[in-house]
């Protein structure tokens, strides 16, 4: 699996991003998939995650309410559109491809990954 994230780039403080994640090489509908995070200096975190159906989601506390992941089979490609965005959430920004059909947020438990997508937020 090949995963292409786009959409990144520099934003005010308050301002909007939809990250993207195109799956190629095979479906990938038959797996959760997530975005993680990372910081310069910091360690990979979990920012939002969705089952195989779309039908269940989940964030990490510090986005709830702003970042909404969703998914379109159809189009193998998983969606992060990124509301009232803050100097803190300032990563580079990865999807991912969990192995099981469990979702989750550990990054060990997700075999695919993405190149990453630059996300500056400026005060």
């Known amino acids: 699996v090949q995963l292409v994230a786009s959409g990144g780039g520099l934003v005010q403080a308050g301002g909007s991003l939809r990250l993207s994640c195109a799956a190629s090489?095979?479906?990938?509908?038959?797996?959760?998939m997530g975005w993680f995070r990372q910081a310069p200096g910091k360690e990979r975190e979990f920012v939002a995650g969705i089952s195989r159906s779309g039908g269940s989601t989940y964030s990490a506390d510090s986005v709830k309410g702003r970042f909404t992941i969703s998914r379109d089979s159809a189009k193998n490609t998983v969606y992060l559109p990124m509301d009232s965005l803050k100097p803190e959430d300032t990563a580079v920004y990865y999807c991912?491809?969990?192995?099981?059909?469990?979702?989750?947020?550990?990054?060990?438990?997700?075999?695919?990954w993405g190149q990453g997508t630059q996300v500056t937020v400026s005060s």
């Open positions: 090489g095979r479906t990938v509908s038959s797996n959760p």
């Open positions: 991912a491809v969990a192995r099981k059909y469990t979702p989750t947020m550990m990054a060990h438990e997700y075999d695919y």
